[in-house]
């Protein structure tokens, strides 16, 4: 394993990659939209060979006392050991949190759902809109295929039907969610003094610094994560954040093929 780590570490101090890929280049995206039948909304992304299921679905309930007039977003997320030997069965993990509050925070800060749409009886009923994230194989970048997976599910989902003060189960209605926007991720890692846009697993194992960063359609930047042991100069922010942007475009092309 160390001899492995050293290899990677060797061909990324000559910007290279194992895969042969550019430095700022995603790997392949496949996008398998309302795979889940009985789910609201439901996408299949693979990246690479990285694959994430993201199932909605919608409940009325009550709303948070502070905004009595929004629905709710909930985002959920599970590391099946399925998926690689390193996830464990039980409650979710630190990893699955953080994995879930990033998604979370992407689409929250960018306003993608209009939560006043979703109010039924202000102070009493409105819809929960759950996004649950299943990991089925980690290759690595887990963060920009769920986030992709979670916008894609959105757009398809359709409201259930509610009818007696009830969600009938099982009938859905031709209305979709209101959104305002497709926000995206893109993750960035550094490993010695380079920097590689969707890390593979193997990349992210011998990287010492990862960034995150979430924009909407108009190129606003909504949400950034930093993570690692070393940190980014101004120089290499700039940089990620105007190649996040531009990347950001080709995300939301692969939403519409």
């Known amino acids: 394993m160390i001899v492995r780590n050293q290899y990677l570490v060797d061909i990324a101090s000559g910007a290279k990659r ?35 299921l993201v199932g909605i679905k919608m409940e009325v309930k009550a709303p948070f006392p502070d905004t009595p007039n929004e629905g709710v977003l909930m985002v959920g997320c599970e590391l099946s050991p399925v998926a690689s030997p390193e996830f464990e069965r039980g409650p979710p993990t630190e990893d699955a949190i953080e994995l879930a509050r990033v998604v979370d925070r992407a689409v929250r800060e960018s306003d993608a759902i209009d939560l006043e749409k979703l109010c039924i009886t202000k102070g009493e009923k409105v819809w929960i809109v759950n996004a649950d994230i299943y990991v089925l194989d980690n290759g690595g970048n887990l963060v920009d295929a769920a986030a992709l997976a979670t916008t894609s599910a959105l757009l398809n989902a359709k409201l259930p039907k509610y009818e007696d003060d009830k969600v009938v189960v099982g009938e859905k209605t031709n209305k979709k969610l209101p959104l305002t926007c497709k926000p995206v991720t893109v993750s960035h890692v550094k490993i010695g003094n380079n920097l590689f846009v969707d890390p593979t697993e193997d990349e992210e194992s011998v990287s010492t610094a990862r960034l995150t960063i979430g924009t909407k359609d108009d190129g606003n930047i909504c949400a950034i994560q930093e993570g690692g042991l070393e940190g980014f100069t101004m120089k290499e922010l700039e940089q990620l ?3 996040s942007v531009e990347l950001g475009k080709q995300l939301r092309k692969s939403l519409k093929e």
Request: hydrophobic letters at 30%.
């Open 18 to 52: 194992l895969d042969e890929r550019k430095s700022d280049e995603f790997r392949k995206i496949t996008i398998e939209k309302n795979s889940v039948e009985k789910a609201e909304g439901s996408s299949l992304v693979r990246l690479g060979t990285t694959q994430v």
């Open 241 to 243: 954040l105007e190649q």
